[in-house]
T-cell receptor
């Protein structure tokens, strides 16, 4: 499989559950991103990893916990979420050099009940 | 600091008509500029980008954009809209100097009427 893949594509969870979102890129990139896309709001950058080190953390609540075990994989661990966390979560990757073009996965549609 | 403003959250055109989506940016350094498209239930896909050189940039699906430094604009156009162009379009700016942050506009949803 090529490009950026995300699993699951849809997730429904209760506020007390713990779940994880997974992102995998097959492009040989060394930087990976998590974004939150909510209705009627701009794309919100959550986390950036470069060479497996977190280089950006935009004041995201601690109930979101990222993990980047290697340059091809990125996880977002979720626990005790709130209904307002319901959104489309997008993963993206890019090369550290080059023209800053980001390649996006299809997203995980998260619903928190 | 960088910022992006997309004028109009919704634009509606008839099939075959000109598409014009407006984007203005603010940047303290020479910017890299992007247009991405998002179809329903999908991630963002790069349409075109400006980094350096020629200010008129051609992208996929017949779209093009012109970088106008004096107007700090990067408007997206297509001469003739097709029904398949209906989607949400995002303008974005980055510093292009090795930084990791790209700032995205709020998006413009394009409707195409038959």
């Amino acid at each position: 499989e090529t490009g950026v893949t995300q699993t699951p594509r849809h997730l429904v969870m209760g506020m007390t559950n713990k779940k994880s979102l997974k992102c995998e890129q097959h492009l040989g990139h060394n930087a990976m991103y998590w974004y939150k896309q909510s209705a009627k709001k701009p794309l919100e950058l959550m986390f950036v990893y470069s060479l497996e080190e977190r280089v950006e953390n935009n004041s995201v609540p601690s109930r979101f916990s990222p993990e980047c075990p290697n340059s091809s994989h990125l996880f977002l661990h979720l626990h005790t979420l709130q209904p307002e966390d319901s959104a489309l979560y997008l993963c993206a990757s890019r090369s550290s050099g080059g023209t800053d073009t980001q390649y996006f996965g299809p997203g995980t549609r998260l619903t928190v009940l | 600091a960088q910022s992006v403003t997309q004028l109009g959250s919704h634009v509606s055109v008839s099939e075959g008509a000109l598409v014009l989506l407006r984007c203005n940016y603010s940047s303290s350094v020479p910017p890299y500029l992007f247009w991405y498209v998002q179809y329903p239930n999908q991630g963002l896909q790069l349409l075109l980008k400006y980094t350096t050189g020629a200010t008129l940039v051609k992208g996929i699906n017949g779209f093009e954009a012109e970088f106008k430094k004096s107007e700090t604009s990067f408007h997206l156009t297509k001469p003739s809209a097709h029904m398949s162009d209906a989607a949400e379009y995002f303008c974005a700016v980055s510093e292009g100097s090795g930084g990791f942050k790209t700032i995205f506009g709020a998006g413009t949803r394009l409707f195409v009427k038959a």
